[in-house]
């Protein structure tokens, strides 16, 4: 009698969201309760992609305190980090593909020396893992 193996359960492609300013995410791990809104105080860890698969940055980098702290509004982090964690809740990971438009635009994150880190239209990826979300205090 010959012997199969028992078929093996495939598991299912993550499903890709749209936001409405063209970010492309899919979540990794979901998160509980309702997502930050504009004002509100946020930690998250990230780690930062070029489309080759390079890690341009990274909370958990040399030298960093392990989360990025920031204010959603406060424009101090690039749009499409902005846009992506109003879409998650606490608890919640994403990975995140953001347009040029949503980085850093045509101009990139170059060196006087012309050197650059980030080239000008690059198209960029994220895994964001949402720490903390907090309503600032008065």
């Known amino acids: 009698m010959p012997f199969f193996a ?3 359960v495939a598991t ?6 749209t ?10 791990k979901g998160g509980k309760g309702s997502p930050p809104q504009v004002g509100d105080v946020v930690a998250i860890d990230y780690t930062g992609y070029k489309t080759d698969g390079s890690i341009f940055d990274a909370t958990h980098s040399e030298g960093k305190k392990n989360n990025l702290t920031f204010k959603l509004g406060d424009r101090a982090v690039i749009a499409g980090l902005e ?6 809740t606490v608890g919640s990971k994403v990975q995140v ?8 635009g045509s101009k990139g994150v170059c060196l006087e020396s012309g050197e650059c880190l980030i ?11 949402l720490k903390k979300a907090a309503i600032p205090p008065p």
């Open 6 to 8: 028992s078929p093996q």
């Open 12 to 17: 299912a492609a993550p499903e890709i969201l």
């Open 19 to 28: 936001t409405e300013k063209g970010l492309k995410y899919s979540f990794l």
């Open 83 to 88: 846009d992506i964690v109003q879409q998650m």
């Open 97 to 104: 593909i953001i347009p040029p438009e949503m980085a850093y």
């Open 119 to 129: 080239k000008g239209g690059e198209t960029l990826v994220y895994d964001v893992f």
